[in-house]
Each structure stands twice: as structure tokens, then as C-alpha cells.
């Protein structure tokens, strides 16, 4: 198990790696210089060469490179160009509010597309499956943009239940995540239904029905443990994405946020500042990707007994 | 006085109103406008007020005033940072900061008399040494602040005495009090620029009425009370220090988010609030609306007069003649803004009032003269000559603020009408400037706050120019005017002038202005007193809530 870990943790640093270099070069390939962004439209050549020349710019890509990634191994993210101040400072600021954003939402997903899900299958072409998937079908073509105006006019507005403002705090994030969570609950909730009505067609299912074994047993343990993996791993996914900052929801909620944050950055050819929330982006998926791999095994007994036969 | 001057509200105009005196030289309409603030009651200390602004989706608050050339920053500035004079309705300036001052005969110096009992929010005492040292700041290119552009051609600051201060230049400028009142030249304390460095953006210090407490990034910044302040500019209504203990600014980029907030009571007053809701505020009496001009080089379209087809002086003014403003203002702002007819807005001084209805859509007139040229509609209604389209690329990297996208839609439509083929061109900022950089579009646009018509001077003078710069013009006849209108003294041959640089912009095409900017606060009705400054901007000095 141990081994398997180390295994993914070195493939992880490959990609976290892969991921920073590419973005370097990418951010340097596109058009726009860096100076004439700091210096306004107003500036002289003369501005724009001092700035270059504080900024590093005018040192050749592979010496940039070389610093970016010395300085990345020793712990230092740089600085940001257009503001000066550490990069890690920057991303720390927007972190929490992003991570606990996440959080919630992908906890809403969950505690609302499973039971759907597996209230769908159980009532497979009834007129609760009906519903469940017509209404569904209508959230997941609801932009999130759209969803998020319709509930603050709702709960903000007109019934003043829940506020809008408030930064990180637990009311405020309440419609941005119940928004996320909607709709990140459609994919979960369609996933879970036909993994059981897969599940359920498989011979092992016959077999454990001609034992004996009562209706409930077997779905709550050997059906729905089936549908957890792959629920588990498309919840990672998405994770991952909410984890890179969502700038529509965070703009909307006037939220802080890792996706203002990139958005801005890139625009303003911030190269630093856009490495380091890539990075952040990428860690995280790799981390959360370990988790559902670890999760793999403890559900399923025969991904336990490989590793703990290897080990 | 200028007559089409409407709804401008300076904190002079409140002043009028709630004193019932002085300053005679207000026009009706200004006063109606400006009666609409709630003034009724005793002011009372005390209380908060959280401002929903529209501070766009970004998420660096950069709040030194020198540096930031984001007008949503310099709203914030503006309660905590003192100019040296204040900018007055009808052209004049009143002391602030500056208790007197004199300009030499030769207009190349400008003497001020500081007042000697004022403090900065850090302690530091404010005197000349102070002033001396932000011109010197701002002057010094290494620094690449953006108020650079404000002090023209200053050659120095000298130090009479503690509290005179000399400021000069090398040439007469015109302008020089007009920027001098502007946030960006606001003062700022030189022992907080050296203590902080870098970082004093996130760190700013200056004399005003509020001093700044703490901001969350992209979020809010947070302002409480200067206890100590009693400098307050001509025209405020009070004396002492403000009346809000707490100003908190709330960064709350998108518009119907800002209603929502107003709305559900967390916000107490928002800014630019949406064309679509204006109506409603004005007309409820649990809200109150405050509206003024931003003195501004309106909105316009820049036509690179240097690429093909611009090069040719008719099919700019076929291109022109093709859109019909009008509407198009009309629909997109519902009724809430006008067109503009100069590159001025209406309240910069020097405002040539004859451009008014001197130009209008004419397709007809538009389809002539292509047809002349040689330029022939082809099959899919797209003009065609020697087997190039008339398409024109709009390279643009503001998005939809002020709905000017939306603004760009409707003209796409009616130069379809005429043969045109516009093209939006949607780019990150760095990609932006590149194009800008390399001349490789067809049109651009943009606006920018100036309270002064020497701002045509910084768009249009080829000298100037800089290879950002949104007008490609070379125009050595426009060149000498603007030269000229920097260094005039007398108001009357200034504003002759600057009304032949405006009828050269518009009549050559060089440029078309599109809409007049009108900056609006709406408040619930229990915040009384916000005004807005001659510049356009929100002052929050006087404000106070009734309990």
C-alpha cells in the first residue's frame, strides 16, 4: 500500500511539474508584453525598458525558466509583476474561500444526487424516476449565472433569508454552494441511477439473490458499493474543477476567489501569479485523485487484497 | 453659465441646498437635481455605511493615488486622500489643503500657502517638504506613476518656507489646477511611502477625512472615521470631523448583485446602478438617487487613420454617417444616458456647445458616397471593392462594462445596413495592447476621466503619443491648437481654441463620440448627504444616517 502511494506520489510531481513548464511557455508564446501592462498606456519606452529590467523580462526565456523553477524547489513562488507581492501571499488570500466553497458544494452534490440517484433507479420508469430526471435535465441547462441571480431575487431579496455579502461566512456561502452543488448534483444523481440498474443485471447479483440474500442487503451493500467507486471518482473530478476557482459564481456572489484571481492574472500576462494558482489547481487535483484512489481501496476488497499482496 | 450643465452635484451644489445660501451662481436645474438628496434632520455621528461600488472582477485593490488609473480605486481614494485645492462648479477652485495661492505673469509658477495645521493619518505633519516630495515622486519617471500625466511639463518643486511651496514648470499649464485637484495628485504621507514601499498601495495614508483600516483582496476595504480631521474643502457643509464613524467599500463587480444588496438592506448605498432600475430608484421613497456627470472624454470610437479603408477621409465619414447614435444610446441605456456630441463631456470647461445636433445618422448619404469611391455591395450585402470587403475589426478588452459591448451589438447591426462589416474582437488586455502596440485593428475605443480639455492633448498630440496610444492621428493644424490650448491663460481664447480642436475630431472623423458618462449612487432613504463631487466622483465627508 505504501509502495503504491510513493508510486502515485512520483507520478504526481511529474505531472505538478509537466503542468508548471507548459503554462510557462504557453503564458510567454502569447502576445502582450508584461511591462506596458504595469506601466499604462501613457508609458515611455524608456518606463518600459527600467521595468523589464526590474522584472527580469529582458533575461533570456531559458535563465527565466531556470529562476522560476530554482526558486519553485526552494519554496518560493515569486512575486507577483504587477503587484509585487509574494505570490504565495496572493493565493493564500484567495485559497480559503475557494476550498471551503468547494467543499460545500461538492458535500451538497452528494448528499442530493445520491439519494435522487438511487431513488430514480428504484422507481426505474415510474413517475418519480420521471420527474427526478425532467427536473434534472431543466437545472443542468440552467447556467449557474442564471440559477444564482433566480435564488438571490428569491432568498436574499424577497424573503431575506440568507445574505449575499459576507466573504467566507458560513450564511454567505449558502447560495453560491447550494447553486454549485445543484447542479453538480445532476451528473451524481444520473451516474448512481445507472449504476445500479447496470449493477443490478450482473450475474453476481443473481447469484447473491438465488443464496437468499434479502433485497436490502444486496443493494445496500453489494450494489451500491459497486456505484461508489465510480461515483467517488467523478465527485473527484469535479472537485478538482471547483478547486481551480469558478469566476462566473465567485463575480456573481462578489466572492474572493482563485478563479478572479487567474482570470485577472492572465489577462494581465501576470506570469507568476498564474503559475502559482496553476500549481495550486494542479496539486490539488493530484491530491484529491489520490484520495480516490485510496478510497478504491478500501471499498473495494480486491484492489485491497492486490496492494496488500504486492506490499 | 453653461446651461446644458445638468444634475451636476458637487459637494458645493449640497452645500447651496442645505444651507439655503451663498453661491448664486447656481442654474435651476442644478438645484432641482440636487434637492432630490435628502437633507431634512439634524446630522448625528455615528454609524456605518457599506457602499456596494462596482470595482470589476479583479482582484488587486490598488490604492495609492498617484499610481492607480482605475477610476473605482480613486472612488475609494477619494475619502482619504486631500487635493491641494477643490475643483468648484462653473470652472473655479477653492482652497483645501492650499489655503491661497498665486501663478507667476508668465503662468510658469504656481505659489501655494498650505495650511500649517494639518496631520496625516500616520501622525506625519503636513507641509511643504510633504507636497514637494509626491511632486517629486510623481515627476520622477523611474517611479512610472500614472499621475505623471498630470503635472505636465513640471520642472521642480522648491520650499519657500514650511508652508510655501513653489511649483514649476517649463512651460505655462493651463491644466495644472484641474489635475491638481483630481485624487490622483490627492497627498499622500512621505513617511508611509518610504515605511512601506512596494506594498504601500495596500498601505495608503493620507490627510483625508477617513483613514483606511484593512482590506480583503477583490473584497472590501474598510475605512473608519479621521477623528482629528477639521481641513474639509470649500464647499462642504460641516466643519470638524465626518460624520460616519465606519466607511466600508464592498467590491461587488456584478450590477444586479449591487441591486440585490441594496435591496435586501446589506449594502446601504451602491454605485452605477443598472439603466433598468434607475427608474424604479428614482421614484421609490425608500431609496434616493444621486446622479452627476463624470468629467470625462466621452466614450469614443478611435478609427486608425493610418490602415486602409480609414486612410480615406470619406469612408470614415460614410462610417459615421452609417450609425445612427440616437437609437443606439437610446436602447442600450433606456433612456438614462444622452448621445455625446463632442469628445468632451458637456461640463469639462471649454465644451463647445455649437456641435449639438451638428451631426446625425444619414445612410442614404453614406451609400452615395461608398458608391462613389468605388466601394459596391456584394451578394451577402457586404460592400466590396478591387476583392476586399469592407470589414472593420473593433479590437476591445473591456467587456460589457458600462453595456458597451451591448452598445457596439446595436451599431454592428446598423453598419450592416450600409454595407459594413463589423467585427468584435474580444482580448485579454496583454493581447490587447499588443494589437494597439503594432496598429493592427481598425477600431478601438475607450474613455478617460479628465476634469481639464487638455486631455485631448494626451490622445491626440502626435508628439505625445506613445505606442499605446488608441489615436493613430497626425494632424500638425490639431498639434498646434493642443500646443496652445496647454499654455493659454485667458479663459475665453482657451475655450476658442479647444472648440476648434473638437470641431476637427468630429469633422475629420478622427474619432466618433458615443455616450455622456453619468455617475449615480442610490442610498437607502435613511443615508443622507452623499454628493458628488464637480469630477465626478462620490464624497462621503458630509454624509450622515438618520436614526
Redesign the interface.
Given at each position: 500500500m505504501t509502495r503504491r502511494i510513493l508510486e502515485r506520489l512520483a507520478a504526481s510531481v511529474a505531472v505538478v511539474f509537466g503542468a508548471s513548464t507548459l503554462i510557462f511557455l504557453i503564458l510567454n508564446w502569447?502576445?502582450?508584453?508584461?511591462a506596458?501592462?504595469?506601466?499604462?498606456?501613457?508609458?515611455?519606452?524608456?518606463?518600459l525598458v527600467?521595468?523589464r529590467a526590474q522584472l527580469g523580462l529582458n533575461q533570456p526565456l531559458g535563465h527565466q525558466y531556470w529562476e522560476y523553477m530554482t526558486g519553485l524547489l526552494h519554496g518560493d513562488l515569486g512575486r507577483s509583476y504587477?503587484?509585487?507581492?509574494p505570490v504565495l501571499q496572493?493565493l493564500a488570500?484567495?485559497f480559503p474561500s475557494t476550498a471551503s466553497l468547494a467543499v460545500a458544494a461538492a458535500s451538497v452534490a452528494i448528499v442530493v444526487g445520491v439519494p435522487l440517484g438511487v431513488a430514480a433507479a428504484a422507481n426505474r420508469g415510474r413517475v418519480l424516476d420521471h420527474i427526478i430526471q425532467v427536473v434534472g435535465l431543466a437545472l443542468n441547462s440552467i447556467p449557474t449565472f442564471w440559477l444564482g441571480?433566480l435564488a438571490?431575487?428569491l432568498f436574499?431579496?424577497h424573503l431575506?433569508w440568507l445574505?449575499?455579502?459576507?466573504?467566507r461566512g458560513v450564511l454567505a456561502s449558502v447560495l453560491p454552494a447550494g447553486c454549485l452543488g445543484l447542479a453538480m448534483s445532476i451528473p451524481v444523481q444520473r451516474l448512481v441511477r445507472s449504476g445500479i440498474l447496470e449493477a443490478l443485471q450482473e450475474p453476481y447479483i443473481t447469484t447473491l439473490r438465488a443464496k437468499g440474500l434479502r433485497a436490502t442487503r444486496i443493494f445496500g451493500v453489494h450494489v451500491l458499493r459497486n456505484v461508489a467507486i465510480s461515483t467517488i471518482t467523478l465527485v473527484g473530478v469535479l472537485v478538482g474543477e471547483l478547486f481551480s476557482g469558478l469566476?462566473v459564481v465567485?463575480?456573481?456572489?462578489?466572492?474572493?476567489?482563485l478563479g478572479?484571481?487567474a482570470?485577472?492574472a492572465?489577462?494581465?500576462?501576470d506570469i507568476p501569479l498564474v503559475q502559482g494558482a496553476i500549481l495550486v489547481t494542479s496539486v490539488t487535483y493530484v491530491v484529491v485523485n489520490l484520495l480516490v484512489d485510496l478510497s478504491y481501496a478500501w471499498i473495494d476488497p480486491r484492489v485491497r487484497l492486490a496492494s496488500n499482496g504486492d506490499a | 453659465m453653461n446651461a446644458r450643465r445638468r444634475a451636476i452635484l458637487s459637494s458645493a451644489a449640497v452645500a447651496v441646498l442645505a444651507c439655503g445660501a451663498l453661491h448664486c451662481s447656481k442654474t435651476d436645474r442644478e438645484a432641482s437635481a440636487a434637492s432630490r438628496i435628502r437633507t431634512g434632520g439634524a446630522p448625528a455621528p455615528g454609524g456605518e455605511l457599506v457602499f456596494g461600488f462596482d470595482g470589476a472582477a479583479i482582484t488587486e485593490f490598488n490604492l495609492d493615488p498617484e499610481k492607480s488609473a482605475f477610476a473605482p480605486h480613486h472612488r475609494v481614494m477619494r475619502s482619504i486622500v486631500d487635493s491641494l485645492v477643490v475643483a468648484l462648479p462653473g470652472h473655479q477652485f477653492g482652497p483645501w489643503l492650499a489655503k491661497s495661492w498665486e501663478v507667476s505673469p508668465d503662468g510658469r509658477a504656481y505659489t501655494f500657502h498650505l495650511r500649517d495645521d494639518v496631520a496625516f493619518h500616520d501622525g506625519t505633519k503636513f507641509d511643504a517638504e510633504a507636497v514637494k516630495f509626491n511632486i517629486d515622486r510623481v515627476n520622477d519617471p523611474k517611479n512610472a506613476l500614472y499621475a505623471l500625466s498630470d503635472i505636465g511639463p513640471c520642472s521642480g518643486v522648491t520650499v519657500v518656507d514650511p508652508y510655501t511651496v513653489r511649483i514649476n514648470f517649463s512651460a505655462p499649464y493651463s491644466a495644472f489646477l484641474a489635475n491638481l485637484a483630481k485624487s490622483s495628485l490627492g497627498i499622500v504621507s512621505p513617511t508611509a511611502v518610504r515605511k512601506y514601499g512596494d506594498d504601500f498601495p495596500h498601505h495608503p495614508v493620507g490627510t483625508g477625512p477617513f483613514r483606511f483600516r484593512s482590506l480583503e483582496p477583490a473584497v472590501e476595504i474598510a475605512l473608519e472615521r479621521n477623528p482629528d480631521y477639521k481641513w474639509p474643502p470649500a464647499g462642504a457643509t460641516h466643519a470638524g470631523a465626518a460624520w460616519l464613524e465606519r466607511l466600508t467599500f464592498k467590491n461587488v463587480p456584478e450590477e444586479a448583485t449591487r441591486v440585490a444588496v441594496l435591496l435586501n438592506g446589506q449594502a446601504n448605498a451602491i454605485d452605477l446602478v443598472p439603466p433598468q432600475n434607475l427608474v424604479q430608484f428614482r421614484s421609490s421613497p425608500e431609496y434616493a438617487l444621486v446622479e452627476g456627470e463624470l468629467l470625462n472624454h466621452n466614450y469614443s470610437l478611435y478609427l486608425n487613420v493610418k490602415r486602409p479603408p480609414w486612410d480615406d477621409e470619406r469612408v470614415r465619414a460614410a462610417f459615421r454617417d452609417s450609425l445612427d447614435l440616437d437609437a443606439a444610446v437610446k436602447t442600450v441605456y433606456l433612456g438614462t444616458l444622452e448621445r455625446a456630441w463632442s469628445p468632451l463631456s458637456p461640463s469639462i470647461f471649454g465644451y463647445d456647445k455649437t456641435l449639438e445636433h451638428s451631426w446625425h445618422a444619414d445612410r442614404e448619404r453614406a451609400g452615395r458616397s461608398l458608391e462613389e469611391i468605388g466601394w459596391k455591395k456584394g451578394p451577402d450585402g457586404i460592400r466590396v471593392k478591387d476583392g476586399k470587403s469592407l470589414t472593420v475589426v473593433f479590437v476591445d478588452t473591456q467587456g460589457n462594462r458600462e453595456k458597451r459591448l451591448d452598445l457596439m451589438t446595436v451599431l454592428r447591426k446598423q453598419l450592416r445596413d450600409t454595407g459594413f462589416d463589423l467585427k468584435l474582437d474580444s482580448q485579454p488586455s496583454s493581447a490587447y495592447l499588443g494589437k494597439v502596440g503594432a496598429g493592427e485593428y481598425d477600431l478601438v475605443a475607450g474613455s478617460l476621466f479628465a476634469p481639464d480639455p487638455d486631455v485631448l492633448r494626451r490622445i491626440y498630440s502626435h508628439k505625445l503619443k506613445t505606442a499605446f496610444g488608441v489615436s493613430k492621428v497626425e494632424d500638425s493644424v490639431l498639434e498646434a491648437l493642443l500646443d496652445a490650448g496647454s499654455e493659454e491663460s485667458d479663459p475665453g481664447t482657451r475655450a476658442a481654441i479647444y472648440a476648434k480642436v473638437q470641431h476637427i475630431v468630429v469633422e475629420k472623423v478622427y474619432a466618433i463620440p458615443t455616450y455622456v458618462l453619468k455617475y449615480n449612487v442610490a442610498t437607502s432613504q435613511s443615508v443622507r448627504n452623499v454628493a458628488i463631487d464637480v469630477n465626478g466622483f462620490p464624497v462621503f465627508y458630509d454624509t450622515w444616517i438618520a436614526q
Open positions: 502569447l502576445p502582450g508584453d508584461t506596458a501592462l504595469i506601466a499604462g498606456e501613457g508609458a515611455t519606452e524608456e518606463t527600467r521595468i504587477a503587484t509585487r507581492a496572493e488570500a484567495q441571480l438571490i431575487l436574499s431579496v431575506r445574505p449575499i455579502l459576507g466573504g469566476v465567485e463575480t456573481l456572489f462578489a466572492r474572493p476567489g478572479r484571481l482570470v485577472y492572465v489577462g494581465n500576462k | -
